[in-house]
């Protein structure tokens, strides 16, 4: 029993069921590694499977315990699906890690409508499926942990990005209120808000850019940016936290571009 207790201080993530939105690439897939390597028992969440695959076998081949399942977190009904996927596999969802998010580089006068909404509907209906999904259950189990991987765009204004900021804005109050509702309940709400990250999504929109964009967004071409790693490593230094300690806010950002 002592040994046990002694694990779970060493080790505060092992068997916990972690669900991550957004895992098959970038942030989201380097959260899900650590998290196995933590001992998590690991759900890999994004729309392509076989990415998802990929990362499910580099993970099982370190040892981890993963499963991947296909949704599209703006679907409800998906979302409710991959859950019941969950709990049937490996119990209740201790941690929902929501990393899925999308973003466009082009300014407002370009009236781009439809990304617009794309925007809107995976940053912000996404991230609301997965809470709804699970937020009840943690309450009443008094315990769980919710961490909106938001950006430093939720902190500030980013030409070429105006939907983006505010969905990510829209992240940050909503998290900012929910801690304030659940805590009590046992329950942790951190958002971390990473400057620019190294990402296949980062790379591919860079080449879309609005050319308004590229000028204001040269320090990309400096190869100012984070890791994956980075941004991952902060998600699991508030994910290891003592019961008692929350880490609410994470602002990572490279060391020469600060706020
Ligand atoms: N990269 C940066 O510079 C940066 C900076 C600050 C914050 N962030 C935030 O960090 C998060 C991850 O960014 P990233 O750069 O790692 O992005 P990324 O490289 O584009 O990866 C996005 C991941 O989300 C999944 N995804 C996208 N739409 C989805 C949907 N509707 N349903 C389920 N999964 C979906 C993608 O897989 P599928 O396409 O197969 O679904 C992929 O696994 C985002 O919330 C982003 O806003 C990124």
């Not at 970038?26 to 729309?47: D, H, P, Q, Y």
Request: one cysteine or more; aromatic letters at 4%.
């Amino acid at each position: 029993m002592a040994n046990q207790t002694n694990k779970q201080e060493d080790n505060p993530l092992s068997g916990k069921v972690a669900v991550v939105a957004g895992a098959s690439f970038g942030i989201g897939a380097a959260i899900s590694k650590m998290l196995a390597a933590e001992g998590a028992k690991v759900v890999l969440v994004a729309r392509g499977e076989k990415l998802l695959l990929e990362t499910k076998e580099t993970i099982e081949k370190e040892g981890g315990v993963v499963i991947a399942v296909t949704c599209d977190v703006t679907k409800r009904s998906e979302v409710k699906e991959m859950i019941r996927q969950t709990e049937n596999t490996f119990g209740p969802v201790d941690i929902l890690v929501n990393n899925a998010g999308v973003w466009h580089y082009t300014f407002m006068k370009y009236a781009k409508e439809d990304l617009w909404e794309e925007i809107v509907d995976v940053n912000i209906k996404g991230v609301l499926n997965c809470i709804g999904a699970v937020i009840s259950g943690m309450c009443e189990r008094r315990s769980g942990h919710i961490v909106n991987v938001s950006s430093d765009a939720g902190r500030m204004p980013l030409q070429g990005l105006a939907i983006y900021v505010g969905t990510k804005h829209f992240l940050e109050g909503m998290s900012h209120t929910l801690r304030q509702e659940v805590c009590h309940d046992g329950v942790k709400v951190t958002s971390v808000q990473p400057g620019p990250v190294d990402t296949p999504g980062l790379a591919e929109r860079v080449t879309k850019m609005d050319d308004e964009c590229k000028r204001r967004f040269r320090y990309m071409d400096e190869g100012i940016k984070l890791t994956a790693e980075d941004a991952a490593r902060a998600v699991i230094y508030a994910l290891k936290q003592p019961k008692d300690v929350a880490v609410n806010e994470v602002l990572i950002q490279p060391r020469e571009m600060p706020l």
